[in-house]
DNA sequence: ACTTGACCTTGACGCAACGTCAAGGTGTAT
DNA sequence: ATACACCTTGACGTTGCGTCAAGGTCAAGT
């Protein structure tokens, strides 16, 4: 079946003005031209035009998309694999700021205590995840992880050696976990030094601490199976352990 | 506490350069500026940059957001109610592309077949989504329905006589399955009317239909617990029903 | 007091991804 | 031939900043 910029634009539900700016740009040529000069398209640019509306929903650039697809070595069962893996992560992320909104509105109602920082959770996130789906993969391959790194740091205004520490940190912390899990006892020595590294990760994106948001921020963890999953990779059940660290080391430091 | 353009743009993850701008539109004034004209944020500007990244995350216009947040009748607490339904919506949209790109998946694998309509599902309702994020509620209130459907018609590229035909149809197949998930038998004349009624909405959308993008549709309804949900509503199982009088009906149409 | 480096200001240019409009050609049904 | 929907190219304009320049301010160290 063939289309012309109106019939493709209706199907992908986009302007055809965006269709002959995409030709324009080489992202999206089409098929061919009739003998009066219309864009026809066909299969192969359908294909094409659902891996690049794919990727525009990820936030790559035009100039990007274009990089990727055109690419002769470009995999579009691979591509469609990791569209999957980065429109879950970005579910993610969104899940991250419903359960702002909700905190937020359950602070508001005087049901518990919010810091500023804690009002942002969320966004920042999605900043450096948003980053991650424009230049992670590629450029990474491409450059090495330097790139995209110096990138993020940036993103979230770190030196590039802050950030090195920051994601170092945050290995850490899920090391260390990993080993006070063991103990079965979120008091023990080690479960209070995971608390702690924790804390220090905190420092590097909170102005300021407080241990009512660290313990907030604990909650978060084991409220929602979305996140516990994060820290339960590590081990089964480590998401509450760390929240039960974390309860005992801002108890201990009162 | 107070924060220059640094901390704050630190704490909630936007640029100095942002904030400056939504200085100069009026979007977000500083509490006030130093003797050395530096700007100082307070408390009241915290939530309100918090209040003004939701709106930015639902996709409105800075100027959109300035008229509601700017509002003398803007109540914060009933905003982060909406923001939060919003979010929802907009997670459920983002299900549609996963489950879109799963089938995609699917049919490079062989395993099923794959229409060039079906390729683009989530993609169009995510048209129509974000004009309803940035036009629906205060435009609606403000006046009538009429604005945001003739917007959403020609985002779908529909006459807004279609669109409305589009709409009430939708409702019709929600009340004619009320009543034949009654009759508890899926090739019942009722059930049967059902799916015709959604096959016509279908035409609606689709430049053309085939029995087995039907089918798939209709799989997809019950595949996924929160697309079951929406026609549950009108009856807890009453996804399934839709299924299986899709089933009969496609079988019978053969 | 002076230096240094981080941070602040205003002003201005430029960009991505189109939306919109104008002028004129093409296809199809009546 | 006419009418209407759709096509073309060309061009201007918008939104929301990113980037840069020039110069002032703050705070710690010497």
Known sequence: MEYTVQKLGNLAGISTRALR???????????????????????????????????????????????????PGFNGSRALEEHREKLLAKRMQLDLLIINVEKTISAKGGESIMADNEKFEGFKQKLVDDNEQQYGREIRDKYGDDVVNQSNAKMLNMSEEKYQAFTLLEQEVLDR???????????????????????????????????????????????????????DKVQPGAAQFLRDAIAAYTAQNQ
Chains 1, 2 share one sequence.
């Open 21 to 71: 700016y995409y030709d324009e740009i080489g992202l999206l040529k089409p098929a061919r031209k009739s003998s009066s000069g219309y864009r026809i398209y066909g299969q192969p640019e359908v294909d094409k035009l659902q891996q690049i509306l794919f990727y525009r929903e990820l936030g790559l650039e035009l100039e990007q998309i274009k990089n990727i697809v055109n690419n």
């Open 177 to 231: 976990l990993a080993e006070a899990v063991k103990t079965g006892d979120p008091s023990s020595e080690l479960a209070q030094q995971t608390a702690e590294l924790h804390r220090q990760w905190l420092g590097f994106t909170w102005p300021s601490y407080s241990k009512e948001a660290h313990m907030g921020l604990a909650e978060m963890y084991v409220a929602d199976e979305r996140f516990a999953a994060y820290y």
